[in-house]
């Protein structure tokens, strides 16, 4: 049986950390950076940017960093903090944002977000503010 010599190991130790330190798993969305002042979580190959507004909340969606359409989505918003919970609807604006009024999302509250799609395709999110 032949042995490996030392440039032979060298070699195939550092294709090993070439491949762990670009792990494709960290480039897939290209970072999700919020672009709205909101809180970032990705799903479905998606990101939601969650924003909180004087008077309710918006969310954006974006695909691989472009705007994707939400036209026909439809959705529901549930904040827990203090000990109650509270809901609101989200509703299409016409462009890429959902918008929930009359809700207040304060520090330290965990929001799920269930939403449909145009395809009726269920989906959840969740936030930690």
Same mark, same amino acid.
């Given at each position: 049986?032949?042995?490996?010599?030392?440039?032979?190991?060298?070699?195939? $130790?550092?294709? #090993?950390?070439?491949? *762990?330190?670009?792990?494709?798993? =960290?480039? &897939?969305?290209? %970072?999700?950076?919020? +672009?709205?002042g909101?809180?970032?979580?990705?799903?479905?190959?998606?990101?939601?940017?969650?924003?909180?507004? $004087?008077t309710? #909340?918006?969310?954006? *969606?974006?695909?691989?960093?472009? =705007?994707? &359409?939400?036209? %026909?989505?439809s959705? +529901?918003?549930?904040?827990?903090?203090?000990?109650?919970?509270?809901?609101?609807?989200?509703?299409?604006?016409?462009?890429?944002?959902?918008?929930?009024?009359?809700?207040?999302?304060?520090?330290g509250?965990?929001?799920?977000?269930?939403?449909?799609?145009?395809?009726?395709?269920?989906?959840?999110?969740?936030f930690?503010?």
């Amino acid at each position: 049986m032949k042995t490996l010599n030392k440039k032979s190991m060298f070699a195939i $130790a550092a294709l #090993a950390a070439s491949l *762990v330190l670009t792990s494709p798993v =960290a480039w &897939s969305h290209g %970072g999700a950076k919020p +672009q709205h002042g909101g809180v970032v979580e990705s799903k479905h190959d998606l990101a939601f940017e969650l924003v909180r507004e $004087a008077t309710g #909340a918006s969310l954006y *969606v974006t695909d691989h960093g472009e =705007a994707a &359409s939400v036209e %026909g989505w439809s959705g +529901q918003l549930t904040v827990l903090a203090g000990g109650k919970k509270t809901d609101a609807t989200f509703k299409a604006d016409g462009s890429s944002r959902l918008i929930a009024s009359d809700i207040q999302i304060p520090d330290g509250a965990k929001v799920a977000l269930s939403l449909k799609d145009k395809s009726q395709q269920p989906m959840t999110v969740r936030f930690s503010f």
